[in-house]
């Protein structure tokens, strides 16, 4: 069998405005668009973060089943929304996200610095959120901002079990600032002291984006990319949409001889429910 490489595409984040990226999908309909071209790029997955009418992140629970029927309607994309929010969002909206159903969600193993905010991931929280995705059948993706949030996942396994899906697969963020640098030997001791078994994807953000990418693709791992992390393509030329950025993850892969895992394949390799 092939090996090949699961490319998730992070569109739009909370973090960016419209007027500050043009590109950015904010709107459902923009959302669903660039989720349909990514994936005849060669995504497989789709993590999620919606906006509100005036373009401002939101966590409306109305909003997100909206979004995750339309993008099921219209992709074979695996939906994994986003439980992290924007900084600043509380507890309690972040739970409620599950109750949308998606096939998945990012589960973040520990507070962070991001950039002049902090990034709140307490462990009774995280501890809440755990439990609360095994309740319901939904594949955590476990983030890893830091090296610490690696231990704090082996915590979470230890006390809890085993995640909904039957294995581990985490996301190693890489580059934010106050977080893990976005470097090959940061990378190869992150994925050191993984749990066995586990699988990962790498994300750079910004200037790490495509360190990341090399170094992630030469240690076996998958790859995150999107308008989430990544706003210039390269020095002085702003991204013109995901697609873009999805079709350089593919081409790289392939060029490793791993090309793009299929959506189909994706909720197998996850163990997304039927
Ligand atoms: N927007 C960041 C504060 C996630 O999606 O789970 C958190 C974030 C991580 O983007
Ligand atoms: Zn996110």
């Given at each position: 069998m092939t090996?090949?490489?699961l490319?998730?595409?992070?569109?739009?984040?909370a973090e960016t405005a419209?007027?500050d990226?043009?590109?950015?999908p904010?709107t459902?309909?923009?959302?669903?668009k660039a989720?349909?071209?990514?994936?005849?790029?060669?995504a497989a997955?789709?993590?999620?973060h919606?906006?509100?009418?005036?373009?401002e992140?939101?966590?409306?629970?109305?909003?997100l089943r909206e979004t995750?029927?339309?993008?099921?309607e219209?992709?074979?994309?695996?939906?994994?929304l986003s439980?992290?929010?924007?900084?600043?969002d509380?507890?309690?909206d972040?739970?409620r996200?599950l109750e949308?159903?998606?096939d998945a969600?990012?589960?973040?193993?520990?507070?962070v610095?991001f950039?002049?905010d902090?990034?709140m991931?307490p462990w009774?929280?995280?501890?809440?959120?755990?439990?609360?995705?095994?309740e319901?059948?939904?594949?955590?993706?476990?983030?890893?901002?830091d090296l610490g949030?690696v231990?704090?996942?082996?915590?979470?396994?230890?006390?809890?079990?085993e995640?909904?899906?039957?294995?581990?697969h985490?996301?190693?963020?890489?580059?934010?600032?106050?977080?893990m640098?976005?470097?090959a030997?940061?990378?190869?001791?992150?994925?050191?002291a993984?749990?066995?078994g586990?699988t990962?994807?790498?994300?750079?953000?910004?200037?790490?984006?495509?360190p990341?990418?090399?170094?992630?693709l030469?240690?076996?791992?998958?790859?995150?990319?999107g308008m989430?992390d990544?706003?210039?393509?390269?020095r002085?030329?702003?991204?013109?949409?995901?697609?873009v950025?999805?079709?350089?993850?593919?081409a790289l892969?392939?060029f490793a001889q791993r090309?793009?895992?299929?959506a189909?394949?994706?909720r197998?390799f996850?163990?997304v429910?039927?």
């Amino acid at each position: 069998m092939t090996a090949t490489t699961l490319i998730t595409v992070a569109p739009t984040g909370a973090e960016t405005a419209k007027d500050d990226a043009p590109a950015l999908p904010v709107t459902l309909d923009e959302l669903v668009k660039a989720a349909e071209d990514c994936e005849g790029a060669g995504a497989a997955v789709v993590h999620v973060h919606i906006r509100d009418a005036d373009g401002e992140p939101t966590l409306d629970l109305a909003r997100l089943r909206e979004t995750v029927r339309a993008l099921r309607e219209a992709t074979g994309l695996v939906v994994q929304l986003s439980t992290g929010g924007a900084v600043g969002d509380s507890y309690e909206d972040r739970l409620r996200v599950l109750e949308a159903e998606p096939d998945a969600c990012s589960l973040t193993c520990g507070t962070v610095n991001f950039g002049h905010d902090v990034f709140m991931n307490p462990w009774p929280f995280m501890a809440r959120l755990y439990r609360r995705t095994q309740e319901l059948r939904i594949v955590p993706e476990f983030e890893l901002f830091d090296l610490g949030h690696v231990a704090a996942l082996h915590r979470l396994l230890d006390e809890f079990g085993e995640p909904y899906g039957g294995h581990v697969h985490c996301d190693l963020v890489m580059g934010v600032p106050g977080g893990m640098p976005g470097d090959a030997r940061t990378l190869v001791a992150a994925v050191a002291a993984l749990p066995a078994g586990a699988t990962w994807s790498a994300t750079g953000v910004g200037r790490a984006t495509l360190p990341v990418m090399f170094a992630a693709l030469s240690a076996g791992g998958h790859l995150r990319v999107g308008m989430e992390d990544t706003l210039n393509y390269a020095r002085g030329r702003p991204v013109t949409s995901n697609t873009v950025l999805v079709e350089r993850a593919a081409a790289l892969s392939r060029f490793a001889q791993r090309p793009p895992m299929t959506a189909e394949d994706a909720r197998g390799f996850l163990g997304v429910r039927a």
